[in-house]
């Protein structure tokens, strides 16, 4: 991957690793456990390279044991450790849920915020590779519902980097997400937008800073992560129709950066939101919502959304396909909007 | 292995304290519930688990732990934190949903936090053992001879948060001391009909660590294991996990009907109290009756000013509802 000079350019998973071995140098109590963490280096590899340069006793392969060893990082960071710790796949959650929902969430609060816990929950999310029901979820809404979590989901090798540098030094605990897809691995879909632009060294991109990646004055099209690529796909096959799309990169669920949407929507006056999470109480229907309570008067038309129709995830390539919002069917509702 | 005089007579105190603690909640708690029980009301509202009996367990081992040894405790969790050194009005606090309360009156009984020793506690039945077992990570870590105690009752012997947790500090050798309080119910439900041997120290085997049993609640014997039980987690030598058969006096909250218990039961416990026991053993020490009074004088006094600091202070502005959830 070598390139002009100052333009090194690195996938989505190595992004991720260098942020996290920055922040080991930089930081004694930064350290990394979860399943195949260590030699491995992450299934979706996260971790690459880490286990060399550290060693076992901050890179921490772990049990087959997700209440065990997330419930040791929220003991760990309430002790001033700053444990990164990774769920394999998000859909997993629910062997481990009562330690993030009940604990990891609440204990800062229910403490009157004396107990810190500054910790990062890194987990693989995303569909479109026939992994099916129990390994294709994003469930950002999920964790998004409940207060006291931080929850970022980046899209670009650059942000991966920037926000996980900042969700480790961030000391509340953090559900830090990452698009298997986006990870730029050679045995997964090869996407251009896998791989990126990322400085060497250290910087920071704010939790909760959504990002206008293209502008426009027609419609608004909000997404994440893998939507918000489609949506840019879909924009230029507007702009070809002659529709202007604005499209939001909302990088950061919560805190969740409403002005940056009220702002496009002041301006295009339509609002499509879409997401790769489930329809019923999502994403979509809490930006829908922000929108319809602020900015209500500011939309020529009524919001429309895009998003998995409250059905498991299918096996089967045409099935997936279908029920995970395409380029096509962003542009299709995208378009209708426009010419309401 | 003997205790010394002045250590028995810190866990006589602390066991006064704990029980008078308890008894008093006992009476706070019934405030504004009668002539109609309302779980929800009085000076002191929601659910009620109160350890009246338990006390061996919670001395036993905090007499031989230091304030950067880390204590989790389940939702039966005062006598744990009064062993561990909790801030007592503050605590207190919290229980009546005070702003001068360990969490501002956010937490409540089954949720105290207190850094400043390294307590905590949750309502949640062994969620509490995995962070103990990351505090111990922490203590390991850090190159610090710290130990970690995870206090569950024995029903949560057969969570797999407790079996997890066992095993990942094993593998990790870590500082571990898990303390299982069988006082014979899990809410209604008996040992012999929920848990598949009849002792839980069987289950360190399948860990590879040692496994101590203390019977018939004994706080001497208690003191005792607890002993090596820390030495060797604090020696680096890995987790242990102790089970001592104790006793609940009470219902598992305040208001339980208790219909599982046996005709007579309390009266047969009563008889073996620990507190009674551990108060002849001081006698047989020559310890004189007007020192022995003078400690117990001395805890109850501490108990009383803590409930009435607590009593005293304000309830949370309803701003306070909506900090706190971030740093």
């Not at chain 1, 937008?193 to 608004?220: C, M, N």
């Not at chain 1, 796909?233 to 529709?243: R, S």
């Not at chain 2, 009156?105 to 509490?128: N, Q, R, T, W, Y």
């Not at chain 2, 119910?185 to 848990?195: A, D, F, R």
């Amino acid at each position: 991957m070598s390139t002009s000079i100052g333009k090194r350019l690195l996938t989505g998973n190595k992004a991720l690793a260098e942020a996290i071995a920055l922040e080991m140098e930089r930081d004694d109590h930064v350290f990394v456990m979860g399943e195949d963490v260590g030699v491995y280096g992450g299934i979706f590899g996260a971790t690459e390279g880490l286990f060399a340069k550290f060693g076992a006793e901050r890179v921490r392969d772990t049990p087959i044991s997700e209440t065990g060893f997330i419930g040791a990082a929220i003991g760990a960071a309430a002790e001033g450790m700053r444990p990164i710790v990774e769920l394999m796949f998000v859909d997993f959650f629910g062997v481990c849920m009562d330690q993030i929902y009940n604990h990891m969430a609440k204990i800062h609060y229910m403490s009157g915020g004396h107990v810190k816990l500054p910790m990062v929950l890194m987990t693989a999310v995303g569909g479109g590779y026939s992994d099916a029901a129990q390994h294709s979820q994003t469930l950002y809404a999920t964790f998004a519902h409940m207060p006291g979590l931080k929850v970022v989901a980046p899209a670009t090798p650059y942000d991966l980097k920037g926000m996980m540098i900042a969700a480790i030094r961030d000391d509340n605990p953090v559900i830090f997400m990452f698009h298997k897809t986006l990870q730029g691995l050679g045995w997964m879909d090869q996407l251009d937008y896998s791989i990126g632009v990322v400085p060497e060294g250290s910087y920071t991109v704010p939790l909760g800073q959504a990002k206008v990646v293209r502008e426009g004055t027609d419609v608004t099209i909000v997404g994440i992560q893998m939507m918000m690529h489609r949506a840019v796909e879909a924009a230029k096959q507007l702009e070809a129709e002659g529709i202007q799309a604005e499209v939001i990169d909302l990088r950061s669920l919560v805190p969740l950066d409403k002005e940056t949407i009220l702002d496009s929507v002041r301006k295009t006056h339509r609002l499509l939101v879409v997401d790769e999470d489930y329809l019923s109480y999502g994403m979509t229907a809490e930006i829908a919502a922000v929108v319809a309570q602020e900015a209500l008067y500011d939309l020529e038309v009524p919001i429309a959304r895009l998003a998995v129709p409250d059905v498991p995830i299918p096996y089967s390539r045409p099935l997936e396909q279908a029920i995970i919002p395409s380029v096509e069917a962003i542009f299709t509702a995208a378009r209708q909007l426009v010419q309401m | 292995m003997s205790i010394s005089l002045e250590q028995m007579k810190w866990m006589y105190a602390t066991m006064v304290k704990i029980r008078y603690y308890e008894e008093t909640m006992v009476t706070a708690y019934a405030e504004g519930k009668s002539p109609v029980f309302n779980i929800g009301a009085g000076p002191v509202p929601g659910e009620m688990h109160l350890a009246a009996g338990q006390e061996p367990a919670a001395v036993g081992i905090c007499a031989h732990l230091r304030k950067e040894d880390t204590v989790t405790a389940p939702h039966r969790p005062h006598h744990h934190a009064i062993a561990k050194g909790v801030d007592l009005k503050r605590m207190t606090a919290e229980i009546f949903g005070k702003q001068s309360g360990l969490g501002k009156g956010k937490g409540g009984h089954m949720h105290l936090f207190d850094p400043e020793v390294k307590f905590s506690c949750g309502g949640i039945v062994a969620a509490g053992i995995p962070h103990a077992v990351g505090a111990a990570l922490a203590a390991k870590m850090k190159k610090k001879d710290w130990v970690a105690v995870a206090f569950v009752g024995e029903g949560a012997a057969n969570s797999g948060a407790f079996h997890e947790s066992l095993n990942l500090a094993a593998v990790w050798k870590l500082p571990l001391i898990v303390v299982i309080e069988d006082n014979a119910y899990g809410i209604s439900v008996p040992k012999k009909v929920s848990t598949a041997v009849a002792s839980n120290v069987e289950r360190a085997k399948g860990y590879g660590i040692p496994g101590f049993s203390v019977r018939d609640n004994d706080p001497r014997e208690m003191y005792q294991i607890s002993e090596q039980a820390v030495r060797h987690a604090r020696n680096g030598e890995g987790p242990v996990l102790i089970e001592i058969e104790t006793y609940r006096y009470l219902g598992h909250f305040q208001g339980d009907p208790e219909l599982y218990r046996e005709k007579n039961e309390l009266n047969k416990l009563h008889e073996k109290d620990p507190v009674i026991r551990l108060k002849s053993l001081l006698e047989s020490e020559g310890v004189v009756a007007s020192d022995i009074a003078q400690l117990e004088a001395q805890v109850r006094k501490e108990v009383d000013e803590a409930y009435d600091f607590a009593r005293k202070s304000e309830y949370p502005t309803i701003e306070e509802a909506l900090l706190d959830v971030f740093e």
